[in-house]
Nanobody
Framework: QVQLVESGGGLVQAGGSLRLSCAAS????????MGWFRQAPGKEREFVAA????????TYADSVNFRFRTSRDNPKNTVYLQMNSLKPEDTAVYYC?????????????????WGQGTQVTVSS
């Protein structure tokens, strides 16, 4: 059983930056593509970013491309989401997720395990 624990959320002013971390337990991390999703109140969970198992490939939602970057450190079993130029509309609970496959995916149903989420609030 893989467990994911996110950290790094908080309150930031518009234009600021935050870096989220997601630490994974278990021995399958290096074989797992990882994703980031977010959910704002009253809205569905939406895709933010994903990174392949090797870390060579990443994909982003249009709304965050060129502002957010995901990376991973396989020896540390950790994936990161660097968020720059934050906007109030980025306010949401952010989740990391893992899947039992090496390639990225963009829908929640394609992921097998999830973290508990971390709140990101961007003030205007």
């Amino acid at each position: 059983q893989v467990q994911l624990v996110e950290s790094g959320g908080g309150l930031v002013q518009a234009g600021g930056s935050l870096r989220l971390s997601c630490a994974a337990s278990g021995r399958t991390f290096s074989n797992s593509a990882m994703g980031w999703f977010r959910q704002a109140p009253g809205k569905e969970r939406e895709f933010v970013a994903a990174i392949s198992a090797s870390g060579r490939y990443a994909t982003y939602a249009d709304s965050v491309n060129f502002r957010f970057r995901t990376s991973r450190d396989n020896p540390k079993n950790t994936v990161y989401l660097q968020m720059n130029s934050l906007k109030p509309e980025d306010t949401a609970v952010y989740y990391c997720a893992g899947r039992s496959a090496k390639l990225t995916a963009t829908t929640p149903s394609q992921y097998d395990y999830w973290g508990q989420g971390t709140q990101v609030t961007v003030s205007s």
